[in-house]
């Protein structure tokens, strides 16, 4: 059988080797192969779909790895991977001991720069143009390849605007296809939509800001692509330049359906349609027991607020959004703002919910601190995707969040059991408390099929005994009690379980009784070991001198990467199976 162009490409110097001709079949073949991969495999599709000329015409112009390329985000890097010698290894994208989702340095050379948050692909590839300045090494390309989503964020604007004072050789280019994981907002949107028409009265503020701008250009007009790039690779100094592109080109329906096929799931490569799921009746995810329960709150407390930057979907804050526009606001991709916005409100008695993906929080620590925390103002955090997430790997686990907020003063801290325990938090956090409340849970679905039952209020700062056994007692947190009771229940171990809910603030009189009543504790949750549930049961057993021992469980100090969650669990000792060998080695 003849070999496909596809075929040929082992590395970016065979790209280089095509004629301008072959371009646009190799484009082709390129879009096939990421869809027939993604239709079983999963992952993200519409993002790299939309780059697949991009990404052609980057490294057939450019020099490859000496000039750098660095893609934000880094979802839609999925074309570069097989063109930078992974095609053979695509199959194993986002699965354990495979390639990743998104570049990463250990991988590959191409990969300079690991990402996977947004945003950041300005300032580094700035970083790396100064260094090869710095170095003499003038004729280097460094290119960023950024999102109009992404770029709407303030560390895009950061970097821009440190970039527009330098002479540095770096390339931005604005990947704009009007739509991030939900379609973009904003007054910069508004803005790049004028320059599309050709309607822009402004002055352009990329030029404003000393870029030379260029475009905008067809993304999916290889030809065009091509020639402003030779043109971009002899222009000297910081560089713009505007793309137009389509979301899930080449799939009818990704194009059609941008959002849900961001990340489809598992879909026929032929005709797009997704699989159909599983019909029997299913516990509902968390992200919908929140997007619902606000909902159900927002139509009884007028002050209730929702806000989430740039994961209306995600979060299903859209719930809320289509049923009070007014009172809910998707930010763009903000998360600092979001926070201090948050704040902003609840300074004139906003009752508001504050929803970021625990991961993305980490771009906001100082204004929990600064703008929330020590200003004492009541804002309800719900951190979503708590705890490992699986798939996406090491740059979206949110398992840090319980130890970096541990520390801060005035806040208090539950990781609910289950999804009624979700609701009820959040029905007795719109009730007002006096401080600030982070209320994490994970990705996924919850334990019950009938959740949506009566609100009742729960007492903060108050844990619970769940079983009662004898000897051993395990403390935890959060819905890994599902594993805990699912060991304890598997191997009938004696031990005494129990929830505490709060790790901020801690049910110190339980913990006086369970150290008085056990030889052994261990403490399981799903964060970081280091400075959360079991650091803090830990300080507490040391300043009240318990005699008996203490056995700490929960992510090991070193990043988990792509997996299933059910792998991450195995791999930090947490998961059934590995708590229930723990358990029977009790008994
Ligand atoms: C700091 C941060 N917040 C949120 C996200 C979640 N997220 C991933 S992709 C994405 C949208 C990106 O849109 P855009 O930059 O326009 O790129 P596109 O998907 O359109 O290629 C968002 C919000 C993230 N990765 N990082
Ligand atoms: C690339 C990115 O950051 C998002 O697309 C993320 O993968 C979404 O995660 P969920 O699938 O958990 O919403
Ligand atoms: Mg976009």
Redesign the pocket.
């Given at each position: 059988m003849q070999k496909s162009i596809l075929d040929t490409i082992l590395s970016p110097a065979d790209l280089r080797a095509l004629t301008p001709e072959q371009l646009p079949v190799l484009a082709q073949e390129l879009r096939r192969f990421i869809i027939d991969i993604i239709a079983t495999k999963e992952g993200h599709l519409?993002?790299s779909l939309?780059v697949v000329e991009l990404t052609i015409a980057l490294h057939y112009i450019f020099n490859t790895p000496s000039d750098n390329l660095i893609w934000?985000?880094g979802?839609?890097a999925y074309g570069h991977k097989i063109l930078t010698g992974r095609k053979d290894i695509f199959h194993t994208n986002r699965q354990k001991g495979g390639i990743s989702g998104f570049p990463n340095r250990a991988e590959s050379i191409y990969d300079t720069f690991g990402t996977?948050?947004?945003?950041t692909s300005i300032s580094a590839a700035l970083g790396m143009a100064m260094a090869a300045g710095l170095k003499g090494a003038h004729n280097r390309h460094h290119i960023a390849v950024?999102?109009?989503?992404?770029?709407a964020?303030g560390m895009a604007f950061e970097g821009l605007n440190h970039a527009g004072v330098t002479d540095a050789n770096l390339l931005v280019i604005l990947?704009d296809?009007a739509?991030?994981?939900d379609p973009?907002v904003g007054a910069l949107k508004r803005y790049l939509t004028n320059v599309k028409k050709g309607t822009a009265r402004e002055e352009n503020i990329f030029e404003a800001l000393n870029f030379s701008y260029f475009g905008p250009v067809d993304g999916h007009d290889l030809n065009a692509l091509t020639e402003v790039l030779q043109e971009l690779k002899k222009t000297k100094g910081p560089k713009f330049l505007h793309v137009i592109t389509t979301?899930g080109k080449g799939l009818a329906l990704a194009e059609r359906e941008q959002i849900t096929y961001?990340a489809p799931g598992k879909f026929d490569a032929t005709t797009g349609i997704r699989v159909a799921k599983d019909s029997t009746p299913q516990p509902p995810k968390y992200q919908d027991v929140f997007g619902h329960t606000i909902v159900e709150l927002a139509t009884l407390n007028k002050k209730i607020i929702g806000i989430t930057?740039?994961?209306p979907t995600g979060s299903s804050l859209k719930y809320m959004i289509e049923a009070f526009p007014d009172r809910a606001f998707d930010v763009g991709?903000a998360?600092q703002h979001a926070v201090t916005l948050s704040a902003g409100l609840a300074t004139e008695g906003m009752v508001v919910f504050c929803n970021i993906?625990s991961t993305?929080l980490q771009?906001a620590y100082d204004q929990v601190i600064h703008d929330v925390a020590l200003q004492n103002l009541p804002v309800i955090f719900c951190l979503d995707r708590a705890g490992l997430v699986g798939q996406d790997g090491g740059t979206h686990q949110g398992v840090y969040d319980l130890a970096y907020l541990n520390c801060i003063p005035n806040l208090i801290i539950y990781a609910p059991s289950d999804e009624i325990a979700l609701r009820n938090i959040m029905y007795t956090a719109q009730q007002g408390l006096d401080h600030p409340i982070v209320i994490r849970y994970p990705r996924g679905r919850g334990v019950h099929i009938n959740w949506q039952l009566p609100f009742k209020e729960i007492t903060i700062g108050k844990g619970y005994n769940i079983i009662k056994g004898k000897k051993t007692a395990v403390v935890t947190l959060g819905s890994i009690i599902k594993n805990v009771l699912t060991a304890v229940n598997e191997v009938n171990a004696s031990c005494s379980v129990y929830d505490m809910g709060f790790l901020k603030p801690l049910d110190t009189a339980l913990l006086d009784t369970i150290f008085t009543t056990y030889d052994h504790i261990i403490t399981v949750e799903d964060g970081s070991k280091i400075g959360g549930l079991g650091s803090s049961v830990g300080d507490y057993a040391f300043a009240k001198a318990y005699k008996g021992s203490l056995t700490i469980l929960g992510i090991p100090d070193r990043f988990i990467e792509h997996a299933t969650v059910e792998q991450q669990y195995a791999e930090a000792g947490i998961s059934v199976a590995s708590l229930s060998l723990l358990l029977k080695n009790l008994a």
């Open positions: 519409g993002a939309g934000d985000v979802h839609q996977g948050h947004s945003s950024i999102g109009d989503a992404s770029i964020s990947n296809n739509i991030g994981i973009s979301k961001h930057p740039a994961m991709l998360e993906y993305f771009r």
